[in-house]
């Protein structure tokens, strides 16, 4: 989460939907911006367990806010078409990183499997995502449906929703509309088997006659056979059996409800333009 009470601004990082890019690029452009990173267990707040303050959702929010603030101050986030966010995190936290200790055996044995390759994504999501406690396992936080980080009750609290297939534009708007400037780097838009191989990245100034972001993009100089750059917003996604798609839809059913996008229309729907949306257009249907 980022705050800039100069801009009176709420950055809500949404995992797994551009918000390393846009938390940073924040940071960099505003003096005053103040970043929440990492885990902590506040035992004022009486939470068991650890709180992953770089993905504050808007009710933990609170606790770091007066309601003047949490109710005056401008909140954004970015979403993304639930299905190609949820491989994501599953390439990128789980399938493609190195083993490590966790608190969470679940997560643990997952990465075990995972590692091994004796776990597909359609095994996950039916055997290990169906029966995990997503509000309660802080190493899934990656996998909570977008809304737990968005809503109060049915409502949407966010003023600015940016969407991932558009963001962008999306993004160049909003910086415009903040008076800040339009061009920025892309941190975290690449392969998800990029940190496995050696590699370096080389910066590439793109614009165009919009005065297009500046953009830095990410190449792997050590070739693998699956590793492949996609477009954004249009990751490719396995096939989803009968038993995989029911769980996605029962997991995250509102997330394709409250924000536009249509499970059956595949990864790449992306439902409305959902820049300077208002609360109101996101409430529960």
Not at 211 to 240: D, H, K, S
Request: aromatic fraction near 12%.
């Amino acid at each position: 989460m980022l705050v800039s009470h100069s801009r009176r601004l709420l950055f809500y990082h949404v995992p797994k939907a551009a918000g390393t890019t846009v938390h940073r690029d924040l940071q960099r452009k505003i003096p005053d911006a103040q970043s929440y990173w990492g885990r902590q267990e506040p035992a004022h707040w009486g939470h068991q367990g650890p709180v992953d303050f770089a993905h504050l959702g808007v009710t933990q929010s609170r606790a770091l806010l007066t309601d003047e603030q949490f109710r005056e101050y401008l909140k954004v986030c970015v979403v993304r078409n639930p299905l190609t966010r949820l491989y994501s995190a599953f390439r990128d936290r789980l399938a493609h990183l190195s083993l490590a200790p966790y608190t969470s055996t679940t997560y643990a044995s997952t990465r075990k499997r995972l590692a091994t390759k004796q776990m597909s994504f359609n095994v996950f999501i039916r055997d290990v995502l169906a029966n995990v406690e997503l509000m309660e396992d802080i190493e899934f936080i990656h996998f909570r449906p977008m809304h737990t980080f968005t809503h109060e009750d049915g409502s949407c609290r966010i003023d600015t929703i940016l969407r991932f297939e558009n963001f962008f534009s999306d993004y160049r708007t909003f910086l415009r509309e903040q008076g800040l400037s339009q061009d920025y780097a892309s941190y975290n838009l690449r392969s998800a088997r990029f940190r496995l191989a050696r590699r370096r990245k080389e910066a590439v100034l793109a614009s165009d006659a919009q005065n297009a972001p500046v953009v830095t993009r990410w190449y792997e100089f050590e070739t693998t056979p699956r590793l492949t750059e996609v477009e954004l917003g249009r990751i490719g996604c396995p096939p989803l059996s009968p038993g995989a798609l029911a769980v996605v839809e029962r997991l995250y059913d509102a997330d394709f409800k409250y924000f536009g996008y249509d499970l059956r229309a595949g990864p790449a729907s992306a439902g409305s333009h959902l820049v300077s949306a208002t609360r109101e257009q996101h409430k529960a249907v």
